[in-house]
């Protein structure tokens, strides 16, 4: 198999794990490739966006370039690097129109030569704690909106990651201040719109508050792309919504953190902040109907479901009963690596009276949450697999299984791994090396487990930002 992504391919498929666990994991390692492949980017942009006779289309949207005289590109996320360099190419192609601007992407995200040659600036910034870099480059986004004139494009590339790589804490609260809550947000449990609905109410700029500025700058018109990496592809919770109505409020804000036991622990400029939010009305971020979005559109141009779009067919060409349980996967790990077995054997049971189906895939996409209690390394989708894993050897598995957990950007949690694989053989030498399960996930230190075991599955950012996708294929034969 030719693996673009997967670093570590030669250790997962070591032939020292027995012919059935080296197939599955052949196939569970080629879909997911397959899968990553089918959100980068650059697919996506090409699939949304042409430029011809002076003329842009966006899905079935028509802009005259004409009408413009500049075209700024600003934005951030983990995806949005390869975004702007596919517009750029795109642009260069087919348009004459000037352009320039500034992205914020996490370091390391893009070679250094294809930064050097474009002319939107690369700014690399810190995720998921914010930092002076991120803080440097958002500002310079902001200049761009305040200097803006009536006849300018603004592009508005957005992905996920952009909370925390687009700082720009409201006016009183220090980057310390932001530093810190986001810490405290990110160890408390609490779902992605819980904490993007805490981020927006701080940010002069998330929250629709990028659209506030430019309704006040100017009458320039600004065109947001988004790829989704929030489940229900709600578009004010990916990367805090900077150009679309918050639905969020002061007043659920301060419920989350209270329901977390955070609002107590939280910096006092934050705190004080949000008291006053709950009284003036008028410091609440702009909702639907607001004027400032009369010149705004935005676009949804990629998500998961793209990627088990591409899965599916191949699946069914090899034969699997292909079942996608569930597009909204939320809550803790560990409990959904406990239900997931549960569901693994109640499809088993149907498949068996059924008779002649002999092989079954289940695929899951969402975003899981850790409550961080212990100091190890690990990340969601491997806290789940072990907790899926300590299910398996203690009420046993009598069919051969592969199950694979992938933050698809390609890195999770305080780990360098994308997600991990359990199979057959992790679960022999879980067995035969009498490993304490239990004892990795108190320290919350799935990584250091999957390390030990070899399944820990190594890509480096890839570039890509979509929800999670957990893939079970089952040979009952």
């Not at 699939?47 to 011809?52: E, R, V």
């Not at 304490?436 to 230190?445: C, F, R, V």
């Not at 890509?464 to 996708?469: A, K, M, Q, W, Y």
Request: hydrophobic share 40%; glycine share 8%; with cysteine.
């Amino acid at each position: 198999m030719i693996c673009l992504y997967i670093k570590n391919i030669s250790e997962l498929l070591e032939n020292n794990i027995g012919k059935q666990n080296l197939e599955l994991r052949k196939k569970a390692l080629d879909l997911l490739e397959n899968s990553i492949q089918a959100v980068r980017p650059k697919i996506l942009v090409e699939k949304s966006i042409k430029i011809q006779d002076k003329r842009l289309y966006i899905n079935n949207d028509e802009y005259n370039l004409g009408d413009f005289n500049k075209l700024y590109i600003i934005g951030g996320g983990k995806a949005t690097a390869e975004m702007a360099f596919s517009i750029e190419n795109i642009i260069t192609k087919y348009s004459h129109i000037e352009y320039g601007g500034i992205i914020n992407v996490p370091k390391g995200t893009v070679e250094s030569e294809l930064a050097e040659r474009s002319k939107i600036k690369i700014n690399y910034a810190s995720h998921p704690i914010p930092d002076e870099n991120g803080l440097k480059g958002t500002k310079r986004m902001m200049k761009i909106i305040e200097n803006s004139l009536d006849n300018d494009l603004i592009l508005c590339l957005i992905s996920g990651g952009g909370s925390a790589l687009l700082p720009l804490p409201k006016e009183g609260i220090s980057l310390d201040d932001l530093q810190e809550i986001n810490s405290l947000l990110l160890a408390s449990g609490a779902s992605i719109h819980e904490v993007n609905s805490i981020r927006k109410h701080i940010s002069d700029f998330k929250g629709g508050n990028l659209v506030k500025k430019l309704d006040s700058s100017s009458k320039a018109y600004l065109i947001s792309l988004i790829i989704s990496d929030v489940v229900g592809d709600n578009l004010d919770s990916i990367a805090s919504g900077p150009t679309v109505p918050d639905s969020t409020t002061f007043k659920e804000s301060v419920e989350i953190l209270k329901k977390y036991e955070l609002y107590d622990k939280i910096p006092l400029s934050i705190k004080n902040h949000f008291e006053e939010g709950l009284i003036n009305n008028e410091l609440e971020n702009p909702k639907t109907g607001n004027v400032c979005f009369q010149n705004v559109k935005n676009y949804l141009i990629g998500g998961i479901k793209l990627a088990v779009d591409k899965i599916i067919p191949i699946l069914k060409n090899q034969g699997y009963k292909t079942i996608y349980f569930s597009n909204r996967i939320i809550g803790e790990a560990m409990e959904f690596g406990k239900s997931l077995f549960t569901l693994i054997s109640q499809k088993i049971k149907e498949a068996i009276t059924m008779g002649s189906l002999r092989n079954i895939a289940l695929i899951g996409t969402g975003e899981l949450t850790v409550t961080i209690k212990g100091k190890g390394i690990g990340g969601r989708n491997q806290e789940m697999l072990l907790a899926f894993l300590d299910c398996a050897k203690e009420r046993g598995i009598d069919y051969n299984f592969i199950v694979i957990g992938a933050n698809m950007d390609g890195k999770e949690g305080n780990s360098e791994a994308m997600g991990a694989l359990v199979d057959n053989y992790v679960l022999k030498e879980v067995v035969t090396r009498k490993i304490d399960i239990k004892n990795y996930l108190n320290l919350n230190d799935s990584n250091t487990f999957f390390k030990l075991l070899k399944s820990e599955i190594i890509t480096g950012l890839t570039g890509c930002n979509v929800n999670d996708l957990i893939l079970t294929l089952v040979n009952l034969s």
